[in-house]
């Protein structure tokens, strides 16, 4: 694996384009084993310091938080939406008993008056 990564970075050497001299600075920290891949890896990305980690674990939990909390208010919104809904079913109810009512006591509704 070493030996291919060598012909790789030898190719790119020869190249004369920009990924040329990614290669030359990969293949210059690469010269110095571990420590050279750790660097290049830290670089890149793939190896981040621990302020950094915990900074996202953070935020991370953070955000798990905010969503337990915005989700039990939704839930608070849907139970309170139901009772709403069934008081209105109970007030239509209510208005159309009453107007049967006093349709049977011979009562019309007013309709000269303008709401």
Same mark, same amino acid.
């Given at each position: 694996m070493v030996p291919d990564l060598f012909a790789v970075l030898a190719a790119a050497e020869t190249a004369t384009d920009t990924p040329a001299d990614i290669a030359k600075m990969i293949g210059g920290f690469a010269q110095y084993g571990v420590l050279g891949v750790v660097v290049v890896l830290? @670089?890149? *990305? @793939?190896?981040? =310091? /621990? =302020?950094?980690?915990? !900074?996202? !674990?953070t935020d991370r939990d953070n955000w798990r938080d905010a969503h337990a909390k915005e989700s039990e208010a939704h839930? #608070?919104?849907?139970? =309170?939406? !139901?009772? #709403?809904?069934e008081r209105a079913d109970i007030a239509v109810e209510q208005g159309r008993t009453?107007? !049967? @009512?006093? =349709?049977? @006591? *011979?009562? /019309?509704?007013?309709t000269t008056r303008s709401v």
């Open positions: 830290f @670089l890149t *990305g @793939l190896i981040v =310091s /621990r =302020s950094t980690y915990l !900074a996202v !674990a839930q #608070a919104t849907r139970v =309170s939406l !139901a009772k #709403a809904e009453l107007n !049967a @009512l006093l =349709s049977e @006591l *011979g009562h /019309r509704p007013d």
